[in-house]
Nanobody
Framework: QVQLVESGGGLVQAGGSLRLSCAAS????????MGWFRQAPGKEREFVAR????????YYADSVKGRFTISRDNAKNTMYLQMNSLKPEDTAVYYC?????????????WGQGTQVTVSS
């Protein structure tokens, strides 16, 4: 059983920053790809970013490239998403995801989500 718990969401003004965290437990965290998705009201869940098992390979959605930074600390079983220059369109529930194998292929394990609201 894998548990993922997000934290760090909140309300911020446009142009501000937030850092999300995802604490993982229940298996060997360092072996698996981790990532972030988000879902805005009335929209489908969309990919935001992912990080390889050792943090060496990063991949971002075009909409967040240059503003968001994904990272992980395997010693702490935690993944992060540093979000800078936030825009109102970044408002969404952000979900932590973990691969079930060593490759980034659905289905994933999911956290419960954390709300990020960016005011204009």
């Amino acid at each position: 059983q894998v548990q993922l718990v997000e934290s760090g969401g909140g309300l911020v003004q446009a142009g501000g920053s937030l850092r999300l965290s995802c604490a993982a437990s229940g298996r060997t965290f360092s072996r698996y790809v981790m990532g972030w998705f988000r879902q805005a009201p009335g929209k489908e869940r969309e990919f935001v970013a992912r990080v390889s098992w050792n943090g060496g390979n990063l991949y971002y959605a075009d909409s967040v490239k240059g503003r968001f930074t994904i990272s992980r600390d395997n010693a702490k079983n935690t993944m992060y998403l540093q979000m800078n220059s936030l825009k109102p369109e970044d408002t969404a529930v952000y979900y932590c995801a973990a691969s079930r194998t060593t490759t980034w292929v659905a289905p994933f394990y999911w956290g419960q989500g954390t709300q990020v609201t960016v005011s204009s």
